[in-house]
C-alpha cells in the first residue's frame, strides 16, 4: 500500500464508517483506536487499540450485540485488543460512565448501523458459535443439565486448573491477612480462609462434616487433616472426584474422607452433620432450585449445628447471572442476586442466620492472582486446552477481576445455625 493509499484507507476505509456508524452507540466519537481488516484506523492515538482482524468480528456483533458478539469475536481471534486486556476495559467502562450509555440503541441507530453494515458488504448469516461455547439441551436446571453445566467448566482438566490456582487447589474467594507481607501469596490466602470457614463451622476432632459442591476438595482435606474433621464431600463432576480420591489416597486420610459423585439433591442423610459448609456452589443451582438448596443444607445439620454458605452476589438491578459471556463460556445458567435476598432464601428454608461477612475486596485480590499464574503458564495452557480456549480463560478472568474492584459482583460467607437445639457460635466473635 502506497502512502497515498494508505491516507486514504485511514480517511475514507472501513474503520472510518465504522466510526460514523457507532457515534450514536458511544455516544459520539469512539473511545478506542480502532483498525479494521483493510488496514484502515480511526479513533484517538493514543487510546487503547481494537483491531477487527476479518469481517466476521462485525457479524458476530450484528448478530449478537453488546458483550456476546464482542466475547465471540475476542475468543476465536477475529477481534484483537492490544496492549494491557484490563486496561483498555478498564477506559471502556469509564467512558460509558462519563457518557451514560445505556446500551440500549434508538431505532434510528439500529437502522444506521444496518446501513452501514450493508455498505461494507458484512451482511449475511452468523458465523458458527466458537468451539468453546458451551451447547447446553435439557431444562433448565434438571439433573441432567446441571451435570453437563458443571461438566463443561470444571472437567476441562485437572491439568489445567493446577496451572491456574494454588497447591491445594481452592477455586473459590481467598482471605487475605497479610497483604503487607511480600512473601504473603494466594496460597497463603487460601489456607487462610480454609481456617476461617472452619473456625466458623466451629470444628473439631471427629465432627462430621458436609462438604457441598467440594470442588478440587480443599476444604474437604483441609477440614480433614487441620481440623480432625470426619468430611463427606459432594460433586457432580467427575474429573474432581478422580483428583480429590487421589490426594486422599496420597495423605492417608481415606477414614476421614468420603467424596461422592453426587448431586445435592441427592443427599439421603437427615439430621445428621455437625456441620455444613458450601463454597460457591450456590450460585450454580438456580433462582427457581435455590429452595430445595437451602432445605438439603438444613435437613443435612444437626439441629444447633452450623451453615456456612460462601457465595457470590449481584447488585439489584444487574444481570442476575454471570453475564453473557461467562453464561456462554464458563458457568452456564449460573444465578446471582442481592446478598440479602439469599439471606432470605436461607432464613424461608428454616436457617437462622447469624453473620454475613462480605470479601468483594479479596476476591479482587485472589482473581489477579490467579491471572497472573494464568500467564506465566500461558504456553504450558496453550499447548494443553488450544489458543481460543485461553482466549476464554484471559477474557473471564480479567473481566471477572474488574467486575469484583467495580463493585458490580460482590462474595460473602452468609453463616447460619439450624434451630431447635442448643448451638455453640460465641456471642463475641472476633474471626
Known amino acids: ?184 501469596d494466594v496460597a497463603d490466602a487460601q489456607r487462610d480462609k480454609l481456617d476461617l470457614v472452619c473456625r466458623k463451622l466451629g470444628l473439631e476432632p471427629g465432627m462430621r462434616m458436609l462438604d457441598v459442591g467440594c470442588g478440587w476438595g480443599s476444604l474437604s482435606l483441609h477440614a480433614a487433616e487441620h481440623f480432625g474433621a470426619q468430611v463427606t464431600g459432594v460433586t457432580i463432576a467427575a474429573e474432581q472426584k478422580r483428583f480429590i480420591d487421589a490426594r486422599i489416597a496420597e495423605r492417608g486420610l481415606a477414614d476421614r474422607v468420603e467424596i461422592r459423585l453426587q448431586d445435592y439433591r441427592e443427599v439421603p442423610e437427615r439430621d445428621h452433620f455437625d456441620a455444613v459448609g458450601s463454597l460457591e456452589m450456590g450460585e450454580h443451582v438456580g433462582e427457581g432450585n435455590y429452595p430445595t438448596y437451602a432445605e438439603v443444607l438444613r435437613r443435612s445439620v444437626k439441629p444447633g449445628g452450623r451453615v456456612l454458605v460462601q457465595q457470590m452476589s449481584r447488585p439489584k438491578g444487574r444481570w442476575p447471572g454471570g453475564g453473557p459471556f461467562i453464561e456462554s463460556f464458563i458457568a452456564p445458567d449460573m444465578h446471582m442476586r442481592p446478598v440479602g435476598e439469599t439471606v432470605g432464601f436461607l432464613e424461608r428454608g428454616g436457617l437462622e442466620v447469624r453473620d454475613v461477612h462480605a470479601m468483594r475486596e479479596h476476591y479482587v485480590w485472589t482473581v489477579q492472582a490467579w491471572l497472573d499464574t494464568f500467564e506465566s503458564n500461558l504456553p504450558a495452557v496453550i499447548d494443553l486446552v488450544g489458543e481460543e480456549a485461553s482466549r476464554v480463560w484471559r477474557l473471564y478472568l480479567t473481566g471477572g477481576m474488574l467486575t469484583f474492584r467495580d463493585g458490580r459482583m460482590g462474595v460473602d460467607q452468609v453463616l447460619c445455625v439450624r434451630p431447635g437445639g442448643d448451638h455453640t457460635l460465641a456471642p463475641v466473635r472476633a474471626w
Not at 450514536?24 to 481488516?37: E, I, K, S, Y
Not at 453488546?66 to 476465536?76: F, I, P
Not at 484490563?86 to 462519563?98: E, M, R
Open 1 to 184: 500500500m502506497t502512502v497515498t493509499e494508505s491516507r486514504a484507507a485511514t480517511s475514507h476505509g472501513v474503520a472510518q464508517r465504522l466510526a460514523d456508524a457507532l457515534r450514536p452507540f458511544v455516544g459520539g466519537d469512539l473511545p478506542v483506536r480502532l483498525r479494521a481488516w483493510d488496514g484502515s484506523v480511526a479513533g484517538p492515538e493514543h487510546a487503547p487499540e481494537v483491531e477487527l482482524r476479518t469481517p466476521d468480528a462485525l457479524r458476530r456483533v450484528l448478530w449478537h450485540p453488546g458483550e456476546l458478539g464482542a466475547a465471540q469475536a475476542y475468543v476465536t481471534g477475529e477481534l484483537e485488543v492490544h496492549g494491557d486486556l484490563g486496561a483498555a476495559l478498564t477506559h471502556s467502562f469509564a467512558v460509558a460512565a462519563d457518557r451514560g450509555l445505556t446500551g440500549r440503541p434508538t431505532p434510528k441507530a439500529l437502522v444506521g448501523a444496518i446501513r452501514a453494515a450493508a455498505d461494507l458488504g458484512v451482511l449475511g448469516r452468523p458465523p458458527a458459535p466458537p468451539a468453546t461455547q458451551a451447547r447446553l439441551r435439557g431444562r433448565l436446571h434438571s439433573p441432567l443439565r446441571d451435570r453437563r453445566a458443571i461438566s463443561h467448566h470444571y472437567d476441562l482438566s485437572n491439568e489445567f486448573y493446577e496451572l491456574l490456582l494454588d497447591p491445594a487447589m481452592a477455586y473459590s474467594c481467598g482471605y487475605w491477612t497479610d497483604r503487607d507481607d511480600p512473601a504473603y
